[in-house]
């Protein structure tokens, strides 16, 4: 069965720079969420759409973004980074709020 | 929003030993409630969940009971086996809609044989 592919697997950037990790969800898959888990912690909500429309939006910081284009796929795109941002990046999808289906995440590392 | 609170934050059994984990929700209307196992530097894996209809599922080994009235809700790993040693999270729908889920704060469940 299709899982939710996230890219890239590992993904090391400097302070300042910019970062875009991507998201493609299980089909027919209506919710794209995003988590960050920082080490020894439980994952914390950040963002998600519905039907590509913004759906909720939780600890996320002001210099990231995110998007879901037509094809369904999502983008994180993370700004002027700081070491602080260095975790583990899931996205999960869903049908309303069933089949709740992470992928395997992306560990950005900023130095 | 919702409040999930997870205990133990570590548990240690023998391996055949049962292992219990107790999650409390603040939200009433909250009516899902799903466990994942994570093993290290891994996706959070869904092991069972429950639907607030119900008080009890069961799937092997695991099983999950669910006490609206009191808002927690309980993972029961009955014969454990080495491989089950990883974190569990607990997880409740946030309130307000967006479908997100908020966590409880995991336990790290290691089997020792």
């Known amino acids: 069965a299709a899982g939710v592919i996230q890219s890239p697997r590992h993904l090391i950037k400097e302070k300042r720079e910019t970062a875009t990790l991507k998201c493609y969800p299980i089909?027919?898959?209506?919710?794209v969420y995003w988590y960050q888990q920082g080490p020894g912690q439980d994952p914390q909500f950040l963002i998600s759409?519905?039907?590509?429309?913004?759906?909720d939006k939780g600890s996320i910081p002001d210099r990231f973004s995110a998007q879901q284009f037509s094809d369904y796929h999502s983008e994180l795109n993370m700004s002027s980074l700081e070491l602080g941002d260095s975790a583990l990046y899931f996205c999960?999808?869903?049908?309303?709020?069933?089949?709740?289906?992470f992928g395997s995440g992306t560990r950005l590392t900023v130095v | 929003g919702e409040n999930v609170e997870q205990h133990p934050s570590t548990l240690s059994v023998q391996e055949g030993d049962s292992a219990v984990i107790k999650c409390t929700y603040s939200?009433?209307?909250?009516?899902?409630f799903p466990w994942y196992k994570q093993e290290l530097g891994k996706r959070p894996q869904l092991i069972i969940d429950?639907?607030?209809?119900?008080g009890e599922k069961k799937d092997q080994r695991i099983a999950v009971t669910l006490n609206k009235t009191a808002k927690h809700f309980s993972l029961h790993i009955t014969e454990t086996q080495p491989e089950d040693s990883a974190v569990y999270f607990c997880?409740?729908?946030?309130?307000?809609?967006?479908?997100?889920?908020?966590f409880g704060t995991g336990t790290q469940l290691k089997v020792e044989l």
């Open positions: 999960a999808s869903s049908l309303v709020l069933y089949g709740y289906t």
């Open positions: 939200d009433s209307a909250s009516n899902y």
């Open positions: 997880a409740a729908p946030s309130p307000g809609g967006g479908n997100k889920l908020t």
């Open positions: 089909p027919r898959h209506d919710t």
């Open positions: 759409f519905y039907e590509k429309m913004q759906s």
């Open positions: 429950i639907r607030s209809n119900v």
